[in-house]
């Protein structure tokens, strides 16, 4: 990432649970109350989704957007409705083909500024088995001790 891309939210547990194949980057048509909600930094996207309907279209489902205070309850957004992604067709068609293998899904990773306007990072992911889990905790376990005897010495 360079400087002018701004990290609002990231999924840090999708790492842990998913292994990570293929990333994309997407818009996300916004209301004027989201946008500025995102601008303060008041969204989660821990529980997120995407989902890809008949390869024509990618939906956003279970981000909650905190409703923005200033808006008033008439011009405010729902906090956990559908979002629509912006993306081209032929990366719809690739991740409508791979979601339909078994065990294939698409997880967001973070969500950022560019140029003024906020990306969404998605990822076409495996679900990881416990083992798998297991294993990336001795490998972080392992590395976190060398760190230390490095610093030791």
Known sequence: MTDDN???ASNRKAGFEYTLLERFEAGIALQGSEIKS???GQISI???YVD???GKEAWLLEAHIAPYEQAGKFFNHEPRRKRRLLLHKKEIRELWNNVRIKGMTIVPI???FKDGRAKLE???AKGKKAYDKRATIAKRDEARDKERAMRVR
Do not use: C, D
């Open 52 to 54: 890809v309907e008949n």
């Open 6 to 8: 701004k990290i609002i």
């Open 46 to 48: 821990q529980e997120a």
């Open 122 to 124: 998605i990822a076409l």
């Open 110 to 112: 973070k969500v950022y």
């Open 38 to 40: 995102i601008r303060a």
